[in-house]
């Protein structure tokens, strides 16, 4: 032993000799290694499966996997062929989901707050009103919040502030002899105030709108009509319809559903339909029968003609709107049809998921996206950064 210690070259043959051994034993083979990790995996899960005892596992020079005790190897349980080609759904798409809200209403949707807090979704919030200021969900990051302002013709408008601040509007409220008396006392206008209106073709780098949503106490048509190139890869409209006028010039759903035909979408549905009861409060609220309809969101999608030229990110991008804010199963499996079948079938398999939405990032940290919301009557501008983001929620199985 001393005198191998003391011979140095051949010390140095040997240990090359060593490293070449182990180079191209099994330690160091990768693929043998992944084979035999991914069976001790399956073998420990099935006997888990069997609902038998931990036991020690070892692999034969054969590669057959034995768990201390037993007289057989384990035989794998093969994937059922069906089952090994049905793809998991996730809802994945690129980009974040850009909202436009006037109104405020979506401060107050626990859907959209949901896609907010999960980095999912950026939202635009105009409140003429202002009667979100105290809202904690307003200085959320991903909310960007204008109160005193509205959209519409970018020249400068008149708020009518009301006894009922819900009613207060830049439409003029209507002092009617037929309204309902909760309605015309809250209609009293208190004060005259400016305010401030925005195009929204004027908003500066403002990326594609997927999602827009007008209430019914503000000029609706005007913002519509002002807004016509920033819709037109526009994916979901939803505009407040008021069947029983409680402000001057609210649009009826005539008026909207020609402006939408003209501009690539079609009426799909109402949401969160109101009625009227005509019978006394004294009565109990179960036998109190409503069935007068005083108001209702009304849901545009794109025309049949511009559902085709979609792009399977933005198929993805509304089928994910339409499940997550609406409830749509539906018409968000026929979207995804367009998109995969399987993908589809899978989707419907899988059910709806209760777990939180999250997105991560596909840029680097740093990039963003910037667009200029500015009132030019007011000498008001304000640079908006959005990052790019994909959005990458989880496994929607329960």
């Known amino acids: 032993m001393l005198e191998l210690a003391n011979d140095l070259p051949n010390l140095a043959v040997i240990r090359a ?20 990790f991914n069976n001790a995996l399956r073998a420990i899960w099935q006997r888990h499966c069997d609902d038998k005892e931990p036991e020690a596992l070892t692999f034969n020079q054969e590669g057959e996997a034995w768990f201390a005790g037993d007289a057989e190897p384990v035989e794998w349980v093969k994937a059922r062929e069906e089952d090994a080609d049905k793809p998991e759904f996730r809802w994945k798409f690129d980009g ?6 006037n109104g405020g209403q979506l401060l107050h949707n626990e859907a959209a707050q949901r896609l907010v807090d999960d980095d999912t979704m950026e939202l635009i919030a105009f409140d003429p009103a202002s009667n979100s200021l105290k809202h904690p969900g307003k200085d959320k990051d991903g909310i960007h919040y204008y109160p005193n302002a509205s959209l519409g013709d ?61 209430d019914a106490n503000n000029d609706s048509q005007t913002v519509l009509e002002h807004g016509a190139k920033a819709l037109q890869n526009t994916l979901l409209i939803q505009v407040r319809v008021t069947f029983q006028p409680t402000h001057r010039r609210q649009p009826n759903l005539a008026e909207l559903q020609h402006w939408m035909v003209r501009h690539g979408f079609r009426f799909y549905c109402f949401n969160d ?39 399977e990110n933005q198929k993805i991008r509304l089928a994910f709107l339409l499940e997550m804010v609406y409830g749509i199963r539906d018409m968000a499996y026929e979207i995804l049809q367009g998109v995969d079948e399987r993908l589809a079938d899978s989707y419907l398999e899988e059910g709806r998921s209760e777990e939180p939405v999250k997105a991560t990032s596909n840029t680097r940290r740093g ?6 919301i500015g009132f030019p009557k007011s000498g008001h501008r304000q640079s908006i950064r959005l990052w790019k983001k994909a959005a990458i929620p989880r496994l929607t199985g329960r």
């Open 17 to 36: 000799g060593l490293r070449t051994i182990l180079h191209y034993s099994s330690v160091c083979d990768a693929p043998r290694f992944a084979t035999h």
């Open 367 to 372: 990039i963003r996206k910037v667009f200029v």
């Open 96 to 101: 974040k989901i850009v909202a436009i809200d």
């Open 154 to 214: 970018g020249q400068p408008a008149t708020l009518h502030a009301c006894l009922d601040a819900r009613q207060s509007a830049t439409l003029e409220p209507l002092n009617e002899p037929w309204l309902p008396e909760a309605i015309a006392s809250g209609n009293q206008v208190l004060a005259r105030l400016p305010i401030s209106t925005l195009e929204i073709d004027s908003i500066e780098g403002l990326p594609s709108v997927d999602w827009l949503v007008l």
């Open 273 to 311: 339909e109101r009625h009227r009861s005509h019978l006394p409060t004294s009565m109990p609220a179960d036998k109190r029968q409503a069935t007068e309809l005083e108001s209702a969101d009304a849901i545009f999608l794109p025309s049949n003609e511009r559902m085709l030229a979609l792009s």
